[in-house]
């Protein structure tokens, strides 16, 4: 077998790649270092908290601890899984009654556990806790019921190996969270809400001869509104238009003012001299 010296780079290449690769293998028996990475998030904090928490500051507390609270399922009832190098899941989160729940929290409303009634349940049976459980007055339940692709649009041009190209593409998400009273089974409030979801993605590339071969170098970027979040911040938003409504306390409004401005696109003009 012979080895061209056109074959030596790539080998090269190959070798120095390994050798890269290397520095991140460990022994079986070894812990590898943890990579380095952003510091977890603790305060993130949108308008959506803000007004959760102003519902707390502002609504006196007979109000808020005159209704218990308990939320249930918000169940994913789309229908729609992706496939990934490890298996299949969900489009959507399947976590958002916990979300729900601690939005209400935040708000500073009396929240029961209606989440897992497994320890209630073994705690009664064992008669440490015999009617102890505390009845919830209105319950949250509700269900993610619409996720809609939309064709996007793109264009792509090329010209003599140079080529670039715009890519948009949106996603409808839709839920619905209704409000319970448990005691007549009166359903109360209903909060149906939708937000597109809008990615974008550009590229570039450039293809070129140099003898007999031919060397491509290619750009992609894009950005997507992260859909996990984005449903969190829906549900949030539910939950406070809800207590707002019940506890007839809309003076917080003003901490989501700002997100429902139109906004105008066009350019301004310069005064003129």
């Not at 998030?41 to 502002?58: G, I, M």
């Not at 010209?159 to 839709?174: E, K, P, T």
Request: glycine share 10%.
């Amino acid at each position: 077998m012979y080895v061209t010296r056109r074959s030596i780079p790539s080998a090269a290449s190959l070798v120095a790649l390994l050798a890269t690769s290397a520095c991140s293998v460990a022994l079986r028996e070894e812990n590898i270092p943890n990579p380095p990475g952003p510091p977890i998030v603790s305060n993130l904090v949108t308008p959506f908290d803000e007004a959760l928490q102003c519902l707390a500051e502002t609504t006196p507390k007979e109000v808020r601890r005159k209704m218990i609270f308990g939320v249930g399922e918000i169940a994913d009832l789309t229908g729609k899984e992706q496939v990934t190098d490890g298996g299949s899941g969900k489009f959507v989160s399947q976590g958002l009654g916990d979300v729900l729940q601690s939005a209400l929290v935040q708000a500073g409303a009396l929240v029961v556990n209606r989440r897992d009634m497994r320890v209630l349940v073994f705690d009664r049976d064992r008669a440490k806790l015999p009617h102890g459980i505390v009845p919830t007055t209105h319950h949250f339940t509700g269900s993610i019921n619409r996720l809609d692709f939309f064709p996007g649009g793109s264009v792509q041009v090329g010209v003599d190996g140079i080529g670039g190209g715009v890519r948009q593409y949106r996603v409808m998400v839709g839920m619905n969270i209704a409000l319970t009273d448990t005691r007549t089974g009166e359903v109360q409030k209903v909060q149906a809400l939708d937000k597109q979801i809008v990615g974008d993605e550009i590229k570039a590339g450039v293809g070129r001869f140099f003898g007999s071969s031919l060397v491509e170098v290619g750009m992609n970027g894009g950005s997507r509104e992260p859909l996990q979040f984005v449903s969190a911040q829906m549900v949030k938003l539910a939950g406070y238009n809800t207590l707002a409504d019940v506890w007839k306390n809309h003076g917080c409004d003003k901490h989501l003012e700002e997100l429902y401005k139109p906004r105008d696109l066009a350019p301004k003009q310069k005064p003129a001299a």
